[in-house]
Nanobody
Framework: VQLQASGGGVVQTGASLRLSCAAS????????LAWYRKAPGQEREFVAT????????YYADSVKGRFTISKDNAANTGYLEMNSLKPEDTAVYYC???????????????WGQGTLVTVSS
């Protein structure tokens, strides 16, 4: 496993969580990083991405203003800070890395195994 996602859990509506994505080798430091999520019965969807070159960030409308993506190149680790969580944020969250920061699932070369976030109402 080249990317390891962690930090998921069960929280109440309005709570915060920080997900981490650690790489087993030089991956996150030299690539764009993204987070996706897959809710039960739904397709995997784009959540956020941060570019490899200048650190620009892009978010899905559903999480804009509540989630923050970042990466620490020195630590070869990425993060997704999630605030004001809602029940509809419940999903398995996956991190991904690749040379281009895009929203399409197929754009990334490296994937983590996923971490479950459950938001209770």
């Amino acid at each position: 496993v080249q990317l390891q996602a962690s930090g998921g859990g069960v929280v109440q509506t309005g709570a915060s969580l920080r997900l981490s994505c650690a790489a087993s080798r030089s991956i996150i430091d030299i690539n764009s990083l993204a987070w996706y999520r897959k809710a039960p019965g739904q397709e995997r969807e784009f959540v956020a991405t941060v570019t490899r070159t200048d650190g620009r960030t892009y978010y899905a409308d559903s999480v804009k203003g509540r989630f923050t993506i970042s990466k620490d190149n020195a630590a070869n680790t990425g993060y997704l800070e999630m605030n004001s969580l809602k029940p509809e944020d419940t999903a398995v969250y996956y991190c991904a890395a690749g040379p281009q920061a895009r929203t399409a699932v197929g754009s990334y070369d490296y994937w983590g195994q996923g971490t479950l976030v459950t938001v209770s109402s």
